[in-house]
């Protein structure tokens, strides 16, 4: 094995080489320098040091994006404890879970979470504590309220000078193979498991990303932090990665409505962007569509001698739309739509898909954007082995296997569901079904745990349908379900469109009516859908936006 960098040491030299530089920002907020985020990071070590809290405790995170939650779970890391990230859009009950599960000692929330969590439900942790000021919500500890009410008496005392450079010491990690992190999978299917992430697998993936970005993302840089960083996605690619190139960060601390994001851009010109597709699909139907879908647009780009040009200027204003100045776009978490996609790879736009899994941490598969072949999701990453399990891996779909650095080290408490996992050659078994190409590069087919069985036996993806589906008028996301051998499709229209167009119930239906006939055209027929049911309201989902399928079934 390659050597291996103390991860907790990368941060070290970063934070000391970029010292005065602006590093984190709570959009239209506060700003946090680097070495506001050292002196953070010390205070709390002085806080968990003199509450008793020991290398290899766990400290539970839970609540929005922002600098102060950023700046904590670093310290978690840099004081040699288990950070255990929970995503804030969890229910109660699963926050309580999580937390218990974990055994985490302390707890940081956010203001929402803070006002739904129950103390009681969470009778082993010591202390809750706000990621507004570090103030304490909770002590059960004398230790804990004494080292919060006299932690600016503690500090003064070890730096009585000030606190400086030559001052930032981290604690190494003894081994890649130790436990960094525990990440509490989503997912759209059952109970979350609690996926053990080693130091080894936060540097491969940064050193990945190192090496896929170059100098097209330069310290200084701006990013947009729009995925949750207690998911893995998020956290590799807006946060860690950035953090140790010394770049700066930007929260969006509300709700990221496709309105504020692209504000964003506007105002933020990122570097990079990473995001799921939904994100990029509705900017693109609302900022760019409305714009080139009329009669002389379509005129204009079936003219050879010309639509070339038009290409171009559509690609720079797609571009514009983003902010202008990023290098690429990389799409993951789930499927891209393909008239979205087949539009972007039409002008030429500036964007690739990846793949990754919580249990690796998450990448698996990536290329560059100049080297992207569309509808696959790139070729295995650096420091990482993908191959199919099927006789004919070019031509029958089989479950991708994985194998490599970024691999966890199980799930926590779980040996059963690591051994169904991992198997005795260190094969990562996704649960994904899909093909490769004599080149290498990888295509999804869908999930196999979403696999369903036609009446005469056939294989069918729903995914595949439902991609067919939303390209359809007034459709914005299905999901396809099976229902006494029969395939029906459950939709949620474009209400703004519905209410713009004052459409009645019985318009919308026939509007669907409709769909659905257009639909089966395409479909073989063991695959038609016997009938569309509208949803009004969106799909409950993950926060990497997959559609939680199990709610529907």
Not at 62 to 85: D, E, K, M
Not at 98 to 109: K, P, T
Request: hydrophobic share 40%; proline share 5%.
């Amino acid at each position: 094995m390659e050597q291996i960098p103390s991860f907790n040491e990368l941060i070290e030299k970063s934070i000391i080489k970029n010292w005065d530089l602006d590093a984190l920002t709570d959009y239209k907020g506060q700003t946090l320098q680097f070495h506001d985020v050292a002196r953070k990071i010390e205070k709390l070590h002085i806080l968990f040091e003199n509450s008793g809290i020991k290398k290899g405790d766990k400290i539970a995170l839970c609540g929005r994006n922002s600098s102060q939650w950023a700046a904590a779970f670093l310290a978690t890391l840099t004081y040699g404890a288990v950070a255990v990230p929970i995503l804030h859009e969890f229910m109660a009950d699963q926050i309580h879970n999580i937390v218990n599960h974990s055994d985490a000692r302390l707890l940081f929330v956010g203001d929402h979470v803070s006002t739904i969590i129950k103390s009681e439900e969470m009778p082993h942790l010591e202390g809750i504590i706000s990621n507004t000021d570090y103030s304490l919500i909770l002590s059960r500890t004398d230790k804990l309220t004494y080292a919060r009410e006299h932690l600016n008496e503690l500090y003064g005392k070890k730096y009585p000078k000030y606190f400086r450079k030559e001052h930032v010491s981290y604690y190494h990690e003894q081994s890649p193979d130790e436990l960094a992190l525990i990440n509490y999978t989503s997912g759209t299917t059952g109970f979350s498991k609690g996926v053990m992430i080693p130091y080894r697998a936060l540097w491969s993936n940064y050193d990945f990303a190192c090496n896929a970005m170059g100098s097209n993302v330069p310290t200084g840089a701006n990013i947009i932090s729009i995925l949750p960083m207690a998911h893995m996605y998020g956290m590799a690619f807006e946060f860690l990665y950035e953090f140790l190139k010394g770049c700066h960060v930007f929260y969006l601390n509300r709700i990221p409505s496709p309105a504020i994001i692209a504000q964003a851009f506007s105002d933020i010109k990122p570097a990079i962007i990473i995001a799921v597709p939904l994100v990029i699909e509705k900017i693109i139907r609302k900022k760019v569509f409305p714009k080139i879908q009329n009669n002389r647009m379509r005129l204009l780009l079936n003219m050879p001698v010309i639509s070339r040009k038009v290409r171009e200027m559509i690609c720079q204003e797609v571009i514009k739309a983003f902010g202008g100045k990023f290098f690429e776009i990389i799409i993951g978490g789930a499927a891209f739509n393909q008239e979205v996609e087949q539009f972007l790879k039409r002008i030429n736009f500036p964007y690739t898909v990846g793949y990754g899994a919580t249990e690796c941490a998450p990448i698996i598969c990536y290329a560059d954007w100049r080297d992207f072949v569309p509808g696959s999701c790139g070729r295995a990453a650096k420091h990482m082995q993908v191959k199919i399990d099927s006789p004919d891996p070019e031509n029958i779909p089989g479950e991708i296997l994985a194998r490599g650095t970024n691999v966890m080290l199980g799930y926590y408490k779980n040996d059963e569901a690591t051994k169904q996992t991992i198997d005795k050659d260190g094969w990562y078994h996704t649960g994904d079904l899909g093909t490769m190409d004599g080149d290498g590069n990888v295509y999804i087919n869908g999930r196999s745990k979403n696999m369903l069985l036609g009446a005469n036996g056939q294989n069918i993806y729903p995914e595949e349908i439902e991609d067919k589906l939303n390209s359809l008028p007034m459709v914005i996301e299905s999901i396809v379900v099976q229902r006494e051998n029969k395939m029906v499709a459950l939709v949620h229209p474009d209400m703004d469109e519905v209410r713009n167009m004052n459409f009645s119930q019985k318009e919308l239906e026939d509007v669907m009516e409709q769909n659905r006939n257009t639909l089966n055209q395409m479909l073989p027929a063991y695959e038609k859908i016997s009938e569309i049911e509208i949803y009004e309201e969106e799909f409950s989902k993950t926060p990497k936006k997959s559609i939680k399928r199990y709610l529907y079934k």
